[in-house]
């Protein structure tokens, strides 16, 4: 493969100066941020110093009452719910966020279902959904795969499972007849941000289940790392509400790992301070080899 390098052109100078000027930068590094398009005093200070309540309102995103009322609903009837994902380290940490979360609020049987790579493949699979229907789950949370699953999910419609779809990949031209499609880039979907990764649309689910029942922060602020694990591996964009949601999860990650991440990083090298490389080299190909090697 070919790369071909282009240079961004030069922002204009008064642009340039202005924010130099009022950040307190040298002009080079106020022209890459230009380029990045942070030409304000706001704007440099949302970028260097994200603020939790950067985090956008979950309930914009298009079905987030559906799902959340769906939710409710698996609770208040103590139903089986099964919590699905790909094997890779988005599908991986977005499982870990909902199940985690969940299992310490649902009154019913909560239990997760990772795909066989090799047997099964990536998304929605129809021996997930068979075990599912067998075993008396009514709701399956699919998390970073479902959104062009059509088919499957009309085939577990008929098995009496329901489905909650939160999936970053591009949509078909039809989306998928579940309880909830959660997907900033359905067309359909006015969320201000699409490049979350498919466990940030996990975090968002338990955000916005968090804001409906009162439950404060600290109760999904737990599992951030794991939402900057994603980011980083998954090689998402990481501005916008991606950079919030990295910088709160890289400095748990550094201050408070969960207990998965403190031991993904054991015979890590020792640092003081680890950074999103650090994640996308170190901690994202453990995950990823887990599921080559057997069970993710
Ligand atoms: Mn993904």
Request: hydrophobic share 40%; net charge negative; proline share 5%.
């Amino acid at each position: 493969m070919e790369f071909v390098w282009r240079a961004k052109p030069l922002p204009p100078e008064e642009k340039v100066a202005r924010l130099s000027q009022e950040i307190n930068v040298h002009p080079y590094l106020a022209t890459i941020l230009v380029q990045r398009g942070i030409e304000t005093y706001q704007q440099a200070e949302k970028f260097f110093r994200p603020k939790i309540e950067d985090l956008h309102d979950p309930f914009l995103m298009r079905d987030m009452e559906k799902a959340i009322a769906r939710i409710d609903k698996a609770i208040t009837h103590a139903e089986k719910i099964m919590v699905f994902g790909d094997y890779d380290v988005d599908g991986t940490t977005a499982v870990s966020i909902v199940y985690s979360f969940l299992r310490n609020r649902h009154t019913g049987e909560i239990d997760y279902y990772i795909p066989d790579r090799y047997r099964e493949g990536y998304g929605i699979s129809k021996m997930g959904i068979d075990y599912a229907a067998d075993n008396g789950f009514g709701l399956i949370i699919a998390l970073d795969c479902g959104i062009r699953s059509n088919d499957l999910i009309d085939y577990a419609n008929t098995k009496g499972v329901d489905f909650i779809i939160c999936d970053h990949h591009l949509p078909g031209s039809t989306i998928p007849n579940a309880a909830a499609v959660l997907n900033p880039k359905r067309k359909d979907c006015e969320y201000p941000y699409k490049e979350l990764s498919g466990a940030g649309i996990g975090f968002k689910l338990i955000q916005a289940f968090a804001e409906k029942h009162d439950l404060p922060l600290d109760s999904i602020m737990e599992y951030i790392d794991m939402v900057a694990v994603s980011i980083a591996s998954d090689l998402v964009d990481i501005r916008g509400e991606n950079r919030t949601l990295a910088y709160f999860g890289l400095k748990k990650i550094n201050e408070n790992p969960s207990l998965g991440i403190q031991a993904l990083l054991e015979g890590y090298q020792q640092k003081s301070s680890l950074s999103i490389s650090d994640i996308v080299f170190g901690i994202g190909p453990r995950i990823n080899a887990a599921g080559r090697i057997a069970d993710a």
